[in-house]
Nanobody, 127 residues
Framework: QVQLVESGGGLVQTGGSLRLSCAAS????????MGWFRQAPGKEREFVAVVSGSGGRIDYADSVKGRFTISRDNAKNTVYLQMNNLKPEDTAVYSC????????????????????WGQGTQVTVSS
């Protein structure tokens, strides 16, 4: 069992930055691939970024490439999402998720492939 708690959301102006954190419980954190998803009002939850258990493999949604950076610190059981040059369309509830998903790009972009989820943190970007 893994419990995930996100933090770091808030209100920021267009062009600003935020750093989200996701703290995980349990001793097996490094065995899980970690993803970030977001859900805007009236829209489905969408994939944002993923990092493998070792940190050696990373991928991003096209909409955030070059602006967001995912990283993890297995010693601290934490995964991060650094978000730069934020845009109003980035406004959403951001959630982290854990699972064994790096088998293919199809798997890690699909929310149903993740076993554990945090409660989410709101990110609002004002124009």
């Amino acid at each position: 069992q893994v419990q995930l708690v996100e933090s770091g959301g808030g209100l920021v102006q267009t062009g600003g930055s935020l750093r989200l954190s996701c703290a995980a419980s349990g001793r097996t954190f490094s065995s899980y691939d970690m993803g970030w998803f977001r859900q805007a009002p009236g829209k489905e939850r969408e994939f944002v970024a993923v990092v493998s258990g070792s940190g050696g493999r990373i991928d991003y949604a096209d909409s955030v490439k070059g602006r967001f950076t995912i990283s993890r610190d297995n010693a601290k059981n934490t995964v991060y999402l650094q978000m730069n040059n934020l845009k109003p369309e980035d406004t959403a509830v951001y959630s982290c998720a854990a699972g064994s998903v790096m088998g293919s790009s199809y798997y890690y972009t699909q929310r149903t492939q993740y076993s554990y989820w945090g409660q989410g943190t709101q990110v609002t970007v004002s124009s």
